[in-house]
Each structure stands twice: as C-alpha cells, then as structure tokens.
C-alpha cells in the first residue's frame, strides 16, 4: 500500500553477517535448483505432487490463515457474483465460489478455509469432473446448472479478524486427485462506516463521520473487550464497504468496493487468505443498472444484461483480488493507461496524469525488468477513501487528493507502481515478512524517482522518511515488536514472549516500520554491493539469468533435465510471455 520512502546510508560491513547475506540471495534470485519465492506459490505443475517444501513450510509458518495450503494447491478461482445496493449504505454480495484444487498429500478427508463470521455460507459441493469454472451471476441457485455433491461444512471460531470453514470431503484424496470445489454464499450485508473533516470531502463544505478499529481504535468507539484474545462477530473486521450517495463525490449513487490487504478478504469470500497461496482467477459480475464493475483483473468484457466478465491469468494472491461498483468512468491517459473516477472528476484526474504514467511504467521497467500486468490504470476513489493507495494488479485505487490541479502529487503512484515487480509479482510468504513487499518497493519508488526527478528529489524523500521513522521509534519504543522488520503474527496474546505487549494481527504491522526500516535494510544491502545498478540488474535477475540456467539444465543429467520441466512448470505463469517462449525452445516445448 501507500506509503512515504527513505534515502541510502552507508553503514558498516559488519551489521550484516555471511549467512544472511546468502539468505537474500536465495530470496531474490531464481535459483538453479528450483522455483523462487513468488514461484513456489504459483499454481501449475507437471507433476500434482510436485508441492515444493518450501511452500508447505510457508504455508505452515501463516499464523494468519486457517487454510489448508499444506494439503491442496489451488489452481484457479472463480467468482460469480451479483451486487445488490440496499437501504441506509447497506448491500449484499450473493452468489459462488469456484475453487480448482489439486490434492498434495495422500488421505487428505478435509478442505479449510479462510472465512468470516459476516459470510454467510449456504451449501458446499463437488462439481462433476471436467466442469468448467464459468458461471452465471449470482444466480439465485449457484451450481444449479450442474449436479453438485453436496458436502458437509462448519464455520469455527479462529482469530479476531476472522474464522475457519471446514468442508469434509466424501472419502479421503490422494496425492495428485484434482478436485472442483463450489460454495454458495452471501457476503456484505453490513455499511462501510468510514471520518474527515470538511476540507478533506470533495465539495469542501460538510464534515463526514467513519469509524476504523485498526488496532485498537474501537475502544474510543464503544466500550468492549478490545483485545484479539477475545473474539466476536461485533468486534471483527469487515472490508467489503458500501457507501451512501452522500460518501460519493458524485452524490449521486451508492458505491461498493472491497479492501483485501492484508487479511480481509475472507469477508469478502472463502479463500486460501495467504500470501503464500497464489493462483489464476476469473470472476462474472452482476450489478443494477447504470452501474460499472471494475476489478484487479488483465481483461474485462461488459455484457448487455449488466454482466461484467473478468478474466486474471497470471497468478496473484487472494489479497490482491478487488471487486468496484459504482457511477464510474473512464479516460485514456496513455498507451496503456486509463483513469477511472466517478463522472465529476473525470476530467480532473485526465487533466492530472494525461501523459504521465507511461514515463514512469517505462521508467520502472528499464529498471527492474517488463511490466507483466499488461495495462496499469488508476481508480480514483469517493473522498471517504481511508488509504493513500492500493497496489491492486492493473488497476491501483488511490485517493481523490492526489487531484491537487497542477501535478504536484502525481508522483505518489510511482509507489503503487513499484509493487508491480515487488510485492504483486514477488510477494512476501506471510505477513510477518510484510517488510518484504514495502521495503523493497520503497526502494524500487526512490530509484525510478531518482532517474525522472534526480537525486536531491529522492534524497530528500527519503530524509523525511527517516525523520518519520525515528518519530515512530521514539513514540512507540524501539523495542516494541510491531518495530522489528520480522514480526511474530498469533492471534490472541503471546504472554509468553512479550509480557509488555500483545501479539499483532496482520493489520497492525501497517507503520512507518516496513517502509522505511525495510527501505533502509535494503539500501544498506546496495551499498554492500558497492554499485547501485548491479544491485538493481540482480533484483531484476529472476529473469535475466533465467534462460542461462535452463540451458545449463537442459544440457545436463537427466535428473536435470526432470527438475528443468518441473520448475518451468511451476514458475512459468511468473514470466514475461517472451521468456515464457524463450525457455519453452530450451526445453524442447511447443511455443505460443
């Protein structure tokens, strides 16, 4: 998400040791031997049971997720889904999920999700073999084309900010079974309350009231038990926000839009809600008439019947999959870019990055390798808007402020921008590496802002994220645990580690701490390397020594010529398509 930068300081060699220096190695580079970070993640394999160790250990290490990503590897998922705007800020999201798993473990009887006390599950079944993951629109009987087994399934208590679906399966897996998993559901029903003052709303006339419990801001809300030890429906999160006419610039129409990171997407529905757990997606959308439906997707078809079809083939978190509906339009402000806003600001926010976003997209990619995500448009979202940014794939919701009316602020998407490479395409295995997405991204912003803006731009930049970070040092403590770079995640309390202090769930690790710390760690790893565009060429190495490597193992033992076929098969959906082709030729494969 949004968030400000730091600038590069020199520090001594020996603040860093040997051992975790060839840890980031490891991390960042597509290692000769198998899959990389993000890769272990992805969704395809030659082989069903080819469940990389790395991944079930990641999966395992989510404190945060319930789901069973040890046992079954998800595919692709699909959501048919129909919007209803009620009364008061009010509505509902009704229909499926479409879940294509593949077994990894042999007598696997249960499937778990991540979920929310506010979804409310309707039935669950096994689709025939070979049926296809598009559907109709929230139907008023999801399934009801096809003949689904229907499967038992309870929804138990898990952590404050969410809970566990557990789905029995008809008779245990084994390793390699593939199986099509459907569940109906509604989701929603609950108004996205959000507070600004006057000069904060669009028409600058009238204050406006929300209400936000991160971390533990309810307690100035209501009295309770404020605490994630205890648990409650009332006191859980829920991020599928719909808003009044009157929270829209417009005025005009209500509006919905959902917020996945870092777990709030179970409220929106079931899912493998970790970061370690990507696959492919696609999604069919109903809404009422006069109505848009925009979402984190590479290809987007309207239908006549207020259907909106979408389609994401690479693989992304489920934190990363977002779903807008509202009075929305849109205007080309480049070869590959469009902004999108309700019609009174339109014409403000074409004015504002006609011409703009291309140089930095192009910027970033003579940096840190192609922008895979195709196109990269900006939704400006109602003033109510809580976050500066967020970096959804394709398309990146942002505040209306950014629309200052001479430029001045454009510069605040090259952020959003950055985690196009670090963060949506290599993506932390859990929040407790949440450093990971945003201090790697801070660093990308400060590089592509030093070859647009100059140095003295960024390194200004970065002094004042400093300055902020020793601020939040010094008012929070430096021993405080939410200021470590690798933050322990449990729900409930963790007494007997940090006697001062509660365990965090994974919305508390949002400070200044992962920016601008993490942005510091990795600086101080650049001027180790001693020159900034090596370090640049090696973080961008993913894809640069992608082919010398295949052909070596091309060339090699059979043994690896096997591991070659099998990590291709795993890591392909991460590459650029001429990679992707590239490799396919190395390997003897037939090419698109």
Known sequence: MGGSAAAPQRTRKSGLQTKELRAWRLLLRAPPSGPSLASLASPRASSPCFAPAALLAMAARDAASACSADSFQLRHLHLALRVDFGQAGCGSLRGSVRLELTCLRDRASELVLDSHPSVEVQKAGLAPPGSSSCGDAGGDDPGSAEALRPLAFQNRPFASYGSALHITLPEPLTCGDTVVLEIAYRAGSGPGISCLDSFQTAQKEKPFLYTSGFAVLNRSFFPGFHTPAVKSSYSARIQVCWLTPEQTAGKQKPYMYTQGQAVLNRSFFPCFDSPAVKSTYSASIKVPEGFTALMSAITREEQKDNTFLFKMPLPIPSYLVAL???????????????????????????????????????????????????????????????????????????????????????????????????????????????????????????????TIYGAAYSSLEAATGRALLRQHMDNTGEDHPLNKLRVKIEPGLCCHLYLQFPCVDPEDTYNETPYEKGYCFVSYLAHLVGDQSKFDTFLQGKQKYTLPIYRAMANGSETAQELAMKTFSATAPQLHVNVQNYVKKILGLKTE
């Open 324 to 450: 807008v509906v509202g009075d929305i339009v849109s205007a080309e402000v480049g070869p590959r870019s469009r902004v999108w806003a309700e019609p009174c600001l339109i014409e403000a926010a074409k004015k504002e990055y006609d011409g703009v976003i291309e140089e930095f997209l192009s910027t970033g990619e003579k940096l840190f390798g192609p922008y895979v995500w195709k196109r990269y448009d900006v939704l400006f979202m109602p003033p109510s808007f809580p976050f500066g940014g967020m970096e959804n794939p394709c398309i990146t919701f942002v505040t209306p402020c950014l629309l200052a009316g001479d430029r001045s602020l454009v510069d605040v998407i090259i952020h959003e921008i950055s985690h196009s490479w670090f963060g949506n395409l290599v993506t932390n295995a859990h929040w407790g590496e949440f450093w990971l997405n945003e201090g790697f991204t801070t660093y990308a912003q400060r590089r592509i802002s030093t």
